[in-house]
């Protein structure tokens, strides 16, 4: 079982960069987006910079290639035929899926630290981070968070035939409603309720709480437990839908329908 989890991880990634519009993603994509970030914040203070330039603009390349990937992935094993074979396959269907999922992070996580690369070298923006370990605990619970989310994504999208328009549809509200670029206690109040609903909120204030200097200590665990609890909730619903796509599959016999 961790063999195949791992060759799928080995070969999707391979797979992923033979597409131009992946490489775009990957590696032209978030320098575009940390100058915009970089411009936009210019005259902020250094923390200010660090949260939602450095971090904002990091996030939007990261959910980029989350979105771009693990929501076509799907879409794409349907148009090639694959879809069935992969499904009734001796390895369960969740282990490719994940395997896949983790690839896309992977990615997702390079082109995050392009980012983080590119503002330091070009721009000369600071990195200052108090803890270090505990700022890497953090993205590594971030980035499990993350691909619990992407795991529901897929599945969900699996259940659709529009996949292709989901996966456009969603990718700028999230920008938005997560507040990458921008503190969510801006949005107006109808909107937050569902800010927090959403992993990539819970997320993005952790690693911005942990890498603020005398933090307080209530909002810190505040974020940690917000990200557990709504972690916890998109893997029953990712359990949940994976039941689903496998009793319609069995029962239609259409899952590979395109």
């Known amino acids: 079982m961790m063999r195949a989890l791992f060759q799928t991880i080995r070969v ?35 923390e200010r910079i660090f949260h939602y330039v450095i971090l904002g603009s990091g996030f939007m390349a990261l959910w980029s290639s989350i979105v771009f990937s693990s929501a076509s992935d799907i879409n794409r094993e349907r148009f090639y035929g694959t879809l069935e074979i992969i499904f009734v396959s001796p390895i369960p269907f969740a282990v490719i899926l994940i395997g896949k999922i983790i690839g896309n992070t992977i990615w997702g996580f390079l082109s995050m630290v392009l980012s983080f690369v590119y503002l330091v070298f070009i721009f000369r923006v600071d990195i200052t981070i108090p803890n270090p370990f505990t700022f890497l605990l953090a993205i590594i619970f971030v980035l499990f968070s993350l691909t619990v989310f992407s795991f529901f994504l897929s599945l969900a999208f699996t259940l659709s035939r529009q996949a292709e328009a989901l ?21 107006p109040i109808w909107v937050q309720p569902i800010s927090y609903l959403l992993p990539p909120t819970w997320a993005i204030e952790l690693l911005r709480q942990v890498s603020t200097e005398n933090s307080n200590n209530v909002a810190l665990h505040s974020s940690v437990l917000g990200l557990l609890a709504v972690t916890l909730v998109y893997i029953v619903l990712g359990i949940i839908c994976y039941r689903a796509v496998e009793k319609k599959a069995r029962i239609y016999g259409k899952l590979g329908v395109y």
């Open 12 to 46: 999707h990634m391979g797979i992923s960069m033979a597409r131009p519009m992946f490489q775009f993603i990957i590696w032209a994509s978030p320098l575009f987006l940390a100058t915009i970030a970089i411009f936009i914040y210019s005259s902020a203070s250094p």
């Open 167 to 187: 996966m456009n549809f969603i990718e700028y509200p999230i920008y938005l409603v997560c507040g990458f670029m921008f503190p969510v206690a801006i949005l």
